[in-house]
């Protein structure tokens, strides 16, 4: 998991964490960096959260001085937090990484793809109305199985059992098998029966838009992530 489930990032975590690691890749980084930036900026709002300070610039250096302190964090891990929060600060907020700003970010995309006649969906009959790409589902499910995410982005219909709610991941031969929470059930069964009455069916990714923008994750990134995890768990449960 990204994160231990004792920890259980809100709806507001999720939502600025989909945004920032979304930002990443549009910025051309490589889906495990882009990750980790998202994990590394979470963490120095929970940082500034729990100083009571606002999560802008002039903090970042009370920040580093926690992770120079950190006892798994290495000098190398140190520097790409830094290069994280600079990304969140200046690519995607304005000098300030505020959660309220990201809901708006997610709610106007929404508007844009609920208003392209294409993607128009209705509350009544899409349950994972809360994007249309299915972006913020995919953050959702990262947090709460032990998905990783090239994994995920290469989920199909297929790969869900509506029946008995279980994801089927990897090849042929090297299946394993994941059971859905029970809180999100519903939304990937919505995904995958919708999908499965294209032309490609079972074969249609269940995460489109994801699986499209979304590069293999690479050695360095994944390294990155698991130091950005560390240093959450000890943010959260401090």
Known sequence: MLLDDALSPDDTAQTLLYVLFTAALDHRFEAGQAEAFGIWSLCYVQYCQREGVPADAPHLPGFLSVLREHPDVTSDE????????MFALFDVFDGRIDPAVAEQMVALEDERSNNTPSTRRTAESDPSQNTASGGRLLTRLLFHTDLKLSEAVRLTAGDVDVE???LRVGPSGET?????PDHLRAEVNYQA????T????LRSPLFPAAYEKYVTSSP????????ATRV??????T
Do not use: H, Y
Not at 176 to 180: K, S, V, Y
Not at 193 to 196: D, T, V
Not at 198 to 201: A, F, H, I, L, R
């Open 78 to 85: 140190k520097d790409v937090a830094l290069d994280a929060v």
């Open 164 to 166: 008995r709610a279980l």
């Open 176 to 180: 394993r098998i994941i059971p859905l």
């Open 193 to 196: 029966r919708s999908l499965r």
């Open 198 to 201: 294209s032309e490609d069916g």
């Open 220 to 227: 360095n990134g994944s390294d990155d992530r698991k130091a």
């Open 232 to 237: 959450m768990q000890t943010l959260f449960l």
